[in-house]
């Protein structure tokens, strides 16, 4: 009988030291959750607050209801920043995967000097978007530019652009350096996912006479498909937000050809001073960040299975 008691008192022991156990966690948590809820919540929650009201941003609110929303599914200000949000996001982000996964593969069947160059490609990623920006609209300065430079020095002359002033090339021109300055990123995250891939699999392959073609289609594509969602889920809500890099090259111009919802939402917002109606903007593209993340997982769901 003592030993039952014995046992079964061990057992209350253990049981209310796991338990402990897990509120310990949260305890170590619970700061950086207080801090996400009063930055990140509370600004979410205001801003569907505000979207309810007309508001400069300074002085008294008034409440119109749904006439903010009612206004924005008829600006066509609005449409056609949602268009080239659209098309910068299909523009970008298949290339950015491509060009990383190509790099990657590469990469892993180097062995010399491996880790310096992925810290060439990787360079771009952590260097300031500012200096980027300038650096490319220097670049692509129709005059003295050294793009056009370049194209007149190799006898192209029709080829030569304004390209940040033209309307056919304005966005290109930006979706190009955006590729150049985000590839990197890809390119280590998948060349960490091909190192946790068995590299006995690759020498079975090779010994069934598989080529570097047949082993990228039929081994490291369909392995890493986790990973492509992964990073596909990412790099659209980055490219959602991508603001900064807009504004410094052409501040949406010209004529709003590459004005995209992030300089939209700042332009109506700080420029304009209407804070209700930005609101609005901002919830709207935080239902579509949500809704495309929610789609995304549910694809991945199902693939894992």
């Known amino acids: 009988m003592d030993i039952v008691l014995s046992t079964t008192n061990t057992a209350a022991v253990k049981s209310k030291k796991k338990k402990r156990g897990r509120f310990t966690g949260l305890y170590f948590v619970l700061?950086?959750?207080?801090?996400?809820?009063?930055?990140?919540?509370f600004g979410i929650f205001y801003n569907?607050?505000?979207?309810?009201?007309?508001?400069?941003?300074?002085?008294?609110?008034?409440?119109?209801?749904?006439?903010?929303y009612v206004n924005l599914f008829h600006d066509p200000n609005f449409y056609q920043a949602l268009w080239n949000t659209v098309y910068f996001l299909v523009i970008t982000i298949p290339l950015s995967m491509a060009l990383g996964l190509l790099l990657a593969t590469l990469l892993n069947g180097v062995w010399a000097a491996d880790g310096l160059f992925k810290s060439i490609f990787f360079l771009p990623h952590v260097i300031a978007v500012v200096t980027v920006g300038t650096t490319f609209a220097g670049i692509y300065e129709p005059n003295f530019g050294l793009l056009n430079t370049m194209l007149r020095f190799a006898g192209l002359e029709s080829w030569t652009h304004s390209w940040l002033s033209e309307p056919a090339t304005a966005l290109n021109a930006i979706a190009a350096v955006y590729i150049f300055a985000n590839t990197g990123f890809y390119m280590l995250i998948y060349y960490t996912s091909l190192l946790n891939i068995d590299q006995e699999i690759f020498e079975a392959a090779k010994i069934d006479g598989a080529g570097v073609l047949r082993q990228f289609r039929h081994i490291i594509f369909p392995m890493l498909i986790g990973t492509h969602i992964t990073l596909l889920i990412l790099g659209i809500i980055h490219a959602l937000k991508v603001f900064d890099l807009i504004w410094i090259m052409t501040e949406g111009g010209p004529g709003g050809e590459t004005e995209l919802i992030s300089t939209f939402l700042f332009r109506e917002s700080l420029l304009k001073y209407k804070t209700g109606y930005s609101g609005a903007v901002s919830v709207v593209l935080l239902l579509i960040a949500f809704g495309y993340t929610a789609f995304q997982l549910r694809i991945y769901n199902k693939v894992r299975r």
Request: hydrophobic letters at 55%; zero cysteines.
């Open 48 to 68: 569907i607050y505000i979207g309810f009201f007309e508001w400069s941003g300074i002085g008294s609110k008034v409440f119109i209801g749904l006439d903010n």
């Open 31 to 41: 700061p950086l959750l207080l801090f996400v809820s009063v930055f990140t919540f």
